[in-house]
């Protein structure tokens, strides 16, 4: 289960995302509920995508 933490660490690689207006506003709604930056929500959501992702034996 997603849970949003209040820090991550050594986030130092700047990179530029695009966005649709609908995930945006989500995203920047949620962070500002929770009391985080965008960006540090934005780093969790990938976080926790790429921790569950399921892949394909070959």
């Known amino acids: 289960m ?3 933490e209040k820090e991550l660490k ?5 990179r ?3 966005f649709t207006e609908p995930l945006f506003e989500k995203l920047n709604t949620l962070s500002a509920e929770n009391g985080i930056s ?5 780093l ?3 976080k ?4 569950n992702l399921e ?3 070959k």
């Open 48 to 51: 926790y995508a790429l921790d």
């Open 38 to 42: 965008f960006n540090l929500l934005v």
């Open 2 to 4: 997603f849970k949003i």
């Open 10 to 14: 050594n986030a130092t690689i700047s």
């Open 44 to 46: 969790q959501c990938c």
């Open 16 to 18: 530029t995302v695009r």
């Open 55 to 57: 892949t394909e034996e």
